[in-house]
């Protein structure tokens, strides 16, 4: 069988799903073969010299275009993704529904001055005669390598910089939420030119194969094992890779917080997209002698919120059985080990549904405050202080995100100062992963990829030097050489080394020099 869909022709090998809400089997997606793979890059390489011709306004008009197609039918987007992951309406909405322009004009005007061509000021003593300047060069095809948690939304910030920039895109879906990111890549395709954008369907084996398919960068999102895997391939050929890894990210809660934030920043955060987000706030370190009230609070919350398929409940279910599994033996481990659940902790028995769960007691030889768990669970560490606190934080194996809740901003900046992390943040958490001027990054296992803003485009462009020289002559300095340039350079680091204060010594130096200037000169 072959199919046809975005620019790329598929072969048969399918890839089976199952919605999260009630277990039903949803069609199979086919697989890709390789030669399919190589297919997609071949056709996305002939497309890109005209697509980096055009200028950079009619690139940016064709993708406004798109995104306001995709934002008009939103709605199928929020049908893919309820049924491929799980997502319910709010959060379907919020997340893959509502960004699609917003996000492209704020990648707009973050990309436009970044590749715009920078003259260079030479000093005309030194270098007479000369101008130059930097030109970035789109790097030519991109393949992007997603993960499933954000289908669409998590494309934005590697598939619009790299068109904008004048690359092709060929896109490695998440083999969890192949359709939802096709939805995607066919709206972009119906405005572009054929073969500029494409998705190539699969899990591990079709990522590799797109790396070995001669893309020219990598932008990769996942966990610290496939990235690993991913930075060593993109090594091995000699292309850049981004690799955006995993989080644990901690919330620091501090006696003078004020508690109606704290509590809803710390539900929001913990508990959207049911944690299923990299810069989640999975664990608490709340201090001592107030914890027994925040968490008392946070629990009584937790228990009101509703979860789903009921149109607008809190909680979706996990998007998929790895998921599911992976946070019962979360919680599992932390129970066997001495945490205290507080709230939740037992599957509904409905669908992959997982109540709110809070664990009181958490310490650091549990699963659940170590590895990223990726699930509506939030794990509490009582701390002695905020320097505690921060010493846990800079010692966890991932560094992606941290909050501080305080009333105090002045100490809350200073508290930041010191925190190992890629995105620190007073009084809230996480939602500049839609504020495309702020990188998204993160140091550790997180990986040293950066999403986001004019830092990350270096994935997408490379520098290119270029210089013009007026003079006619040829430079005084080049070959042949003789005894007046050895002599010229030697006068040129004493005068180096001269003290300011010996700026007296200059006419003797020169006189003594005199003759080998002037031969110097008349070469
Ligand atoms: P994953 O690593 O299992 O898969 C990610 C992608 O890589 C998928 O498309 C998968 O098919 C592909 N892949 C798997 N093996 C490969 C290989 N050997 N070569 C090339 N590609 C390969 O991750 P996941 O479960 O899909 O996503 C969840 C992870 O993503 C979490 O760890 C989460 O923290 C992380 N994530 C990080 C960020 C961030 O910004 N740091 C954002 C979103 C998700």
Redesign the pocket.
């Known amino acids: 069988m072959t199919q046809r869909t975005a620019n790329l022709s598929i072969d048969d090998g399918a890839i089976e799903r199952t919605c999260p809400i009630d277990l039903r089997r949803l069609p199979a997606v086919p697989r890709a073969s390789d030669d399919a793979i190589r297919a997609a890059v071949a056709a996305a390489r002939a497309a890109q010299p005209a697509w980096r011709e055009r200028a950079f306004d009619d690139r940016a008009a064709a993708l406004v275009r798109a995104a306001k197609s995709m934002l008009a039918r939103r709605g199928e987007a929020m049908a893919l993704v309820r049924d491929e992951i799980g997502k319910l309406e709010v959060e379907a909405l919020f997340d893959e529904g509502i960004g699609h322009l917003d996000m492209l004009k704020q990648w707009i005007a973050v990309v436009r001055p970044a590749i715009a061509r920078h003259k260079i000021r030479l000093n005309p003593v030194q270098l007479p005669g000369k101008r130059a300047y930097i030109d970035q060069i789109p790097r030519g095809v991109v393949g992007v390598?997603?993960?499933?948690?954000?289908p669409i939304a998590?494309l934005y910030r590697a598939v619009y910089p790299a068109l904008l920039c004048g690359n092709a895109v060929v896109v490695?879906?998440?083999?969890?939420a192949p359709l939802t990111t096709q939805w995607f890549v066919d709206a972009l395709a119906a405005e572009l030119p054929d073969g500029l954008v494409a998705a190539v369907h699969?899990?591990?084996a079709?990522?590799?194969a797109l790396?070995d398919a001669g893309i020219d960068a990598c932008a990769?999102?996942?966990?610290?094992?496939?990235?690993h895997?991913?930075a060593v391939?993109c090594a091995e050929r000699g292309i850049p890779s981004s690799v955006?890894?995993?989080?644990k990210d901690c919330a620091i809660v501090l006696e003078d917080c004020d508690r109606e934030r704290t509590l809803a920043g710390l539900t929001h955060w913990a508990l959207a997209n049911v944690g299923q987000?990299?810069g989640a706030i999975e664990v608490a370190l709340i201090e001592e002698h107030v914890a027994d009230e925040i968490v008392g609070r946070l629990a009584a919350a937790w228990q009101r919120l509703q979860l789903g398929p009921a149109p607008y409940a809190d909680i979706s279910p996990l998007a998929n059985r790895r998921q599911y599994d992976l946070v019962i033996e979360h919680v599992a481990d932390a129970l066997a080990k001495g945490a205290t659940l507080v709230c939740g902790g037992q599957a509904t028995g409905e669908g992959l549904f997982y109540p709110p769960t809070l664990l009181d007691h958490c310490t650091e030889d549990m699963k659940i405050v170590r590895d990223?768990t990726?699930g509506p669970v939030l794990a509490v560490v009582r701390v002695d202080g905020a320097a505690d606190a921060i010493r846990r934080v800079n010692r966890a194996r991932y560094g992606?995100g941290a909050s501080i809740w305080t009333g105090d901003l002045a100490r809350g900046e200073q508290l930041a100062a010191r925190l190992d992390v890629g995105i620190a943040s007073i009084n809230n958490h996480s939602f500049t992963g839609a504020v495309v001027a702020l990188p998204?990054t993160?140091t550790r296992e997180?990986?040293f990829g950066v999403?986001n803003s004019v830092h990350a485009l270096p994935t997408f462009v490379r520098p290119k030097a270029v210089v013009i020289d007026r003079s006619a002559k040829p430079e005084a300095w080049w070959m042949p050489w003789d005894r007046s340039v050895w002599e010229l350079g030697d006068l040129l680091s004493d005068l180096q080394l001269m003290k300011l204060g010996r700026a007296w010594k200059l006419p003797l130096l020169l006189q003594r020099r005199v003759k080998t200037i002037r031969s110097f000169f008349a070469r």
């Open positions: 390598i997603a993960p499933w948690n954000f998590g490695k879906p998440s083999e969890y699969g899990d591990g079709q990522g590799a790396i990769f999102t996942g966990s610290p094992r496939t990235g895997a991913v391939r955006e890894m995993g989080g987000a990299c990223e990726f992606l998204w993160g997180t990986g999403a």
